[in-house]
C-alpha cells in the first residue's frame, strides 16, 4: 500500500505547483492581483537591494579601470603636452639665469656696479612743486647725509629722477618727466639704446634715436644703458612702452613710454650715492 500511495501524492503536488503558477500568471496578467504582484515584487527587490549594492561597489572599480584604459592614449597625449610646457618654462628660467649670470660678469669685467652694489641713501619727500611747469619734489636728506648734486633717485619700482639742488638737510629732485631731464635708455629686449626725454607730463617721457628697422613692443621695458660718462648706473628700470610708430621717411621711431613709478604718490625715495666714471 505504501509502495501504490507515494506517486499517487507526487502527482498531486506536482498539479497543485502547476495550478498556482497558472492562477499567478493569469492574475498579473489580467491586472486583478496586481496589488498581490506588486507586493511580491517589491519585496523581492528588497531582498535584493544590499546584494545589488555590493555587487555595485565590486564593479564600479573595474568599470572604471577599462575605461582607463580606452582613456589611456588621450591621457599620455595629454600628459607629454603639459611636460613639454614644463620643460620649456624651465628652459627659459635657465636661459634667464644664465644670461642674467652674463651681464653681470660683463658688469664685473667692466669694473661697473650694479644699482645694488651702490651705497644708498632713503629719504621721506616733505615737498612737491607748487608749478605744474616745474616737476621737482623736496626731500628731508641733504650734504650732510651724503647726498649730492647729479645723484640718481629711484624707488623700488625704478628711476625716479636726480638731484638738481642740495643744503644741509635738504635736496631738490628733478622727475623723470621734466621737459629738463634726459637720460640714456637701453630696450630690455631688441638691445638697441636710445635717449629718453621728459616732456613735461605726469605720465609719458618720449624716446630719441630709436632705429626705425627695430621691433618696439607694448610694454616693452626701458632701463639705463650706463653708457661709459653716464649719469646713472646701468639697468635701473626708466619706463614701459606705451605706443610706437613710425612716420613716413623718418629716421627713428616715434616711442611713448610710460614711467615705471607712479610719481604723483612719491613719499619715500633713496639717493644713490653714484658719480659717473
Request: aromatic share 6%.
Amino acid at each position: 500500500m505504501a509502495a501504490y500511495r507515494r506517486p499517487a501524492r507526487s502527482r498531486f503536488t506536482l498539479l497543485l505547483l502547476v495550478l498556482t503558477s497558472v492562477t499567478l500568471l493569469t492574475l498579473d496578467y489580467r491586472g486583478a492581483g496586481a496589488g498581490a504582484i506588486s507586493t511580491l515584487k517589491d519585496g523581492v527587490r528588497d531582498a535584493f537591494a544590499p546584494v545589488q549594492r555590493a555587487s555595485d561597489s565590486v564593479f564600479e572599480p573595474v568599470g572604471n579601470f577599462v575605461g582607463g584604459i580606452l582613456h589611456y592614449g588621450d591621457l599620455e597625449a595629454e600628459n607629454d603636452r603639459l611636460r613639454q610646457e614644463i620643460a620649456g618654462i624651465r628652459g627659459g628660467l635657465y636661459r634667464a639665469e644664465d644670461a642674467d649670470r652674463e651681464r653681470r660678469a660683463l658688469l664685473d669685467q667692466l669694473d661697473l656696479p650694479t644699482p645694488e652694489d651702490i651705497p644708498r641713501v632713503d629719504a621721506r619727500v616733505v615737498s612737491t612743486s607748487p608749478s605744474n611747469f616745474a616737476f621737482t619734489v623736496e626731500i628731508d636728506k641733504g650734504t650732510t647725509s651724503g647726498v649730492a648734486v647729479g645723484m640718481p633717485v629711484v624707488t623700488g619700482a625704478g628711476l625716479i629722477g636726480r638731484i638738481t639742488e642740495a643744503s644741509r638737510s635738504r635736496a631738490v629732485v628733478q622727475l623723470v618727466t621734466d621737459k629738463k631731464f634726459s637720460v640714456g635708455i637701453r630696450m630690455a629686449t631688441s638691445g638697441d639704446v636710445g635717449v629718453a626725454n621728459g616732456t613735461g607730463s605726469q605720465s609719458e617721457l618720449a624716446t630719441d634715436l630709436i632705429d626705425p628697422a627695430t621691433i618696439v613692443e607694448k610694454g616693452e621695458v626701458l632701463v639705463t644703458s650706463g653708457l661709459q660718462q653716464s649719469q646713472f648706473p646701468p639697468n635701473i628700470p626708466v619706463g614701459q612702452v606705451k605706443s610706437a610708430s613710425l612716420r613716413p621717411n623718418a629716421l627713428q621711431q616715434d616711442v611713448v613710454v610710460e614711467p615705471v613709478a607712479d610719481l604723483r604718490r612719491l613719499t619715500f625715495l633713496t639717493v644713490l650715492q653714484w658719480s659717473p666714471r
